[in-house]
């Protein structure tokens, strides 16, 4: 098997008769040599093929999207919280 480093995940599983599953493991848990840059495994979120990280490109997208939509949402309302205590206290 490392004779052929532009191997797919699926065409090592076949050749080498390994499980996937177990080949997905060891690709995920990098023990690979990076020269296998073709072993693909799916992501975690919509099962199609990726070769770096653990989501793909889309995923990656809808995931940024939220984590940039919850940081801009949290500061705001603690801002605002903080303003409010502020006001207060001077009223006092
Ligand atoms: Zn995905």
Redesign the pocket.
């Known amino acids: 098997m490392w004779k052929h480093p532009a191997t797919h995940t699926r065409q090592l599983s076949n050749a080498t008769g390994t499980p996937m599953i177990l080949l997905i493991d060891w690709v995920r848990a990098g023990k690979f040599p990076s020269t296998y840059n073709q072993l693909d495994y799916p ?1 975690e ?4 093929s ?1 070769y770096a990280g653990r ?2 490109h ?2 990656l997208g809808t995931f940024r999207t939220a984590a940039l939509d919850i940081q801009t949402r949290i500061p705001r309302r603690t801002v605002a919280g903080l303003f409010s205590i502020a006001g207060r206290a001077k009223s006092y």
Request: with cysteine.
């Open positions: 992501c979120s919509c099962q199609s990726i989501l793909c889309s995923c």
